[in-house]
Every structure is written in C-alpha cells, then in structure tokens.
C-alpha cells in the first residue's frame, strides 16, 4: 500500500471499533496556529463556574464539573467526537486489537436482562454450556436489572483466570441456572469464511481489525485450498459491519484491486489531514467476479472498501444503501490515560464521491414487498442511518450520488424464515458471470 501520509497522523473510522495511531497533543499544538481565545465567552464560562460553587444545592466535585463541560463541548459539534475517560480509551483500544479478557458472549438487553445472542466459538462461555437465548439475571449474585448494557458488560470481563458466577433464565427449564465460569482471553476472529459452492467462495468480516487484512488473505488462500484451484468466483459479505481502523478498510480494497489503484483520500481543514492510499499488492483473486454485500448497518470503513469497489467497478455491491458514515476522527491523548476524539476530516471514494449522510448506492438493491400490498419497501427500512443522528456532518460532495443499476424484490420474510435472500441473490449473479 502505498500511502501520501505527511506526519504519520492517526485516524479513526467507525462507530464502533477503531485505532490506528495515537498522535500526541504536543505534537499535535506544534503543528497548528491556535486561535485567538474568545476571551468575553470564556468569562461567562467562569462566572457560570464560580456560581456553582458558591450556590448550587450540593457540592459537586471539580473535575466531573470540568469533565462534563468538555463532553458537552464536544457534543455539539457531531455525533462522532468526544471526551474518552480511561475506561471509554481503553474500550476503544480493545475493539481495535480485538483481543481482551472475559467470557466469550455477544449480549443485547431484553426486558431489562442481558440477553445472550451467541456464545463465541472455543471460548469459557461456550464450554461451560452458555446458549443463545439464554437471559442471564444475575452477576456474582447482584441483579442486572436496571443496569445499561455497558455496566454488565464491564461486569463480565475481567482478568483471565478470574471466576464469575453467572444465574441464567433458560426456556424449557423451571428454575434458573446458574454457571460459573473462569475469563480467559477472548480473541475475536473478523474474518470468517467458506466454500459456498464449488469454485464459490464466502468471507465474512464483522469488523475491521488492526489484523484484518492478513486474515482476509488467509482467509482466501485457504478458500483456494479446499477448493483445489483458483476460485470462480467470491462474495465478501460486509453487512452489519460497523467499520474499524482504516489500513483494516485500505488493506482489505487493496486486496482486489490492481496496483496504484486510488482506494481512498481524505480532506479536511489542514494539511495533515489530506491523504490519499493506493494499491500497491495486487488482485488475490486474479479478476474473478466479486460481490460485495451491504446493508444499513455496514459503516464507515465498510463503506470505503464498498465505495472503492463500485468506482473502479471491481464488483458487484448488492443489498441496501449502507449507513453513511463519512467522517475521519483522530485520537488525541490527553492527561491521565484520557483522549480526545475529534472529527478532523471527511474521506472520499476514488471518484471523489462523499457517502456522509448519504451512504454507498448498492449496485443492486433489495426491496421487499409489504404484505402483497402496492408499496415496496427497503430490505432494512427501519434501521438508523448517519442522516438520522442529530447534529451530523453535511455532505459537501460534488459528485452526484450514484443510482442502482437494478432493484430485485424479495419477499417478506415469515416467522421462522432463515432464508439468506441476499446471498442467493449474490449466487445467481456469480453463476451468471463465472
């Protein structure tokens, strides 16, 4: 990969993962001219301060005081940059290197319980017999009821060899359950993959990892050995992906696309925040067909491989418009383990197409019929998009938004119904083309 990069500088890309380098504030304060202080503002700021000390109803200490002024400073500007505690740092890391310590379970809330949505493969939950479905309603015997998702999950991971006793509602049994079960350390895989049909390769990623790119080469090499042969033809599967670090989202075009192809370049007030990747490794593929899913839920650095693909029509993007996230952040560490994460820049497909707010145009988009009834709705028409969230970047783009080249309706899917339409569809157009 070949990289115009003039200080090295970190960005962020996601809404949930992501990390690359850590820049640090002098470095950072070197290299700008600060602005004049609005100091009339700052007095009002100070004379709000100094009433609360002197006349608020309790005493509230200092630094949650001054903590709290940053985070609301920085929540006004957009839904993506804010003020990172140690914990909220280290959280972020975490999801960067996808290695930390705990149970080995993807959880949501259900009626106030954490909900187990899958034990993760060869981990201590999966072992000690945790199911999904399960409802876990207590931790060491203090109830999750009422606790945020966050909280439980804090509660859950913990060192390796560390004992947690968890009490779980299982359907089918009369009385709760209660598993103990000893934290390990949790590696959580990106890429999974497998052979569809013969000569039709599958690659899952859930997520873009520092690791990523050599999982997904690995990944395709060893879809070449079991199929004995070059593959036909290979669906990279990037729905539900919320993004993660960009070299993950440039290594991953990069493995399909020949040399010096532009994959990505970002914009933005200063210089250090222009910069531009290129493909440098070659096709792993050698030009077989390729397509890539999406749906709303694929973000960020999904978007910049999806948009890298459609503007040098490597594949094929099928599925719906992707969430639309087109915002670079930078991590910049401050005092005490804590970090500021700020919206620097915004990046742009090879085209020179901006998806913030708008989101990657499937080539081919899903639409299913309501019901037999006239209307045809997307396949994923009630989940939020980046244009949802209050206070979003507007998109500056010059290049027109593109327009499917085909719409397929589906139908609606009935209860029990775990028909993948999505990749069926992906089958037939590599069939077609292969």
Same mark, same amino acid.
């Given at each position: 990969m070949k990289y115009k990069h003039p200080m090295g500088i970190g960005v962020l890309l996601g809404i949930v993962f992501g990390l690359t380098l850590i820049l640090g504030h002098n470095v950072w304060a070197g290299k700008q001219k600060i602005a004049s202080l609005p100091l009339?503002?700052?007095? %009002?700021? /100070?004379? %709000?301060?100094?009433?609360?000390?002197?006349? $608020? +109803?309790?005493? %509230?200490?200092? =630094?949650m005081l001054i903590e709290n002024a940053i985070r609301g400073m920085l929540s006004g500007l957009d839904p993506h940059s804010s003020f990172l505690d140690e914990e909220q740092f280290r959280e972020l890391q975490i999801g960067t =290197?996808? !290695?930390?310590?705990?149970?080995?379970? !993807? +959880?949501g809330m259900e009626n106030g319980f954490v909900k187990v949505i899958a034990p993760i493969d060869d981990t201590p939950a999966e072992r000690a017999g945790v199911k999904a479905g399960d409802l876990i309603i207590r931790l060491d015997g203090k109830s999750v009821k009422g606790l945020a998702l966050g909280e439980a999950v804090k509660l859950m991971r913990g060192k390796?060899? &560390?004992? @947690?006793?968890?009490? @779980?509602?299982?359907?089918?049994?009369? &009385?709760p359950l209660n598993i103990i079960i000893t934290r390990d350390v949790i590696r959580v895989r990106s890429v999974r993959s497998r052979i569809l049909e013969p000569g039709i390769g599958y690659v899952r990623i859930s997520n873009f990892q520092s690791k990523t790119t050599r999982g997904l080469l690995d990944a395709v090499e060893s879809l070449k050995k079991k199929n004995k042969g070059e593959l036909k033809g290979l669906v990279l599967d990037l729905r539900n992906n919320p993004g993660?670090?960009?070299?993950?989202? +440039?290594?991953? &075009?990069?493995?399909?696309? #020949?040399?010096?192809?532009?994959?990505? $370049? /970002?914009e933005g007030r200063v210089e250090d925040s222009e910069l531009r990747y290129n493909a440098s490794t070659g096709d792993s593929i050698n030009g077989a067909p390729l397509v890539v899913l999406i749906n709303q839920g694929s973000a960020s650095a999904s978007e910049i491989v999806a948009g890298a693909m459609q503007d040098h029509n490597r594949a094929t993007i099928l599925g719906t418009t992707s969430f639309g996230k087109g915002s670079v952040q930078t991590i910049l560490p401050l005092k005490e383990n804590a970090a500021l994460k700020l919206t620097t820049a915004r990046y742009y497909t090879p085209a020179g197409r901006s998806i913030?707010? *708008?989101? @990657?145009v499937p080539d081919v988009l899903l639409q299913v019929e309501d019901d037999g009834e006239d209307e045809i709705k997307s396949f994923s028409f009630n989940m939020l998009s980046e244009a949802d969230?209050?206070?979003?970047?507007?998109?500056? =783009?010059? +290049?027109?938004?593109? *327009?499917?080249?085909?719409? %397929?309706? @589906?139908? #609606?899917?009935?209860e029990g119904d775990t028909t993948d339409y999505a990749l069926e569809e992906a089958l037939k157009i590599l069939k077609g083309t292969s």
């Open positions: 009339e503002d700052l007095r %009002v700021f /100070t004379d %709000v301060y100094a009433r609360k000390k002197q006349d $608020y +109803v309790t005493e %509230v200490d200092d =630094s =290197s996808g !290695e930390f310590g705990g149970l080995g379970i !993807e +959880v390796k060899g &560390s004992k @947690i006793d968890l009490t @779980i509602l299982r359907e089918g049994e009369d &009385s993660g670090v960009l070299t993950g989202a +440039v290594g991953v &075009s990069d493995a399909f696309l #020949k040399d010096n192809k532009l994959i990505v $370049y /970002t913030q707010g *708008e989101g @990657i969230l209050e206070g979003h970047l507007e998109n500056d =783009s010059k +290049v027109k938004a593109r *327009e499917p080249k085909t719409v %397929v309706s @589906i139908p #609606k899917a009935l």
